[in-house]
């Protein structure tokens, strides 16, 4: 069992900054990637931003620029650090983790957060 827990969401301004955190725990043998996602009422859920175990991040082309994606290793969590934020920016923001589970068979598991939202006005 793996369990995700987000943070750091709220209301801000636009031109404003908030920084999301997701946690990761349980029978965790090692996080192959941990992401972020975003879904708007009305929208499908989309790609934030994305890190792999050896640092590598892809992101949204909306937010290159502005969103940046960290993790600690150490901590089995990954951040998104948001600026300049604008209106359509405002959605659920979910955490996602790709994950090798401890034990003998090593299994592979990939599971969501509760999501946190993000509100931006104009």
């Known amino acids: 069992q793996v369990f995700l827990v987000e943070s750091g969401g709220g209301l801000v301004q636009a031109g404003g900054s908030l920084r999301l955190s997701c946690a990761a725990s349980g029978s965790i043998f090692s996080i192959n990637a941990m992401g972020w996602y975003r879904q708007a009422p009305g929208k499908q859920r989309e790609l934030v931003a994305r890190i792999t175990s050896d640092g590598s991040t892809n992101s949204a082309d909306s937010v290159k620029g502005r969103f940046t994606i960290s993790r600690d290793n150490a901590k089995n969590t990954v951040y998104l650090q948001m600026n300049s934020l604008k209106p359509e920016d405002t959605a659920v923001y979910y955490c996602?983790?790709?994950?090798?589970?401890?034990?003998?068979?090593?299994?592979?598991?990939?599971?969501w957060g509760q999501g946190t939202q993000v509100t931006v006005s104009a």
């Open positions: 996602n983790a790709d994950v090798t589970l401890r034990g003998i068979t090593r299994k592979s598991w990939s599971g």
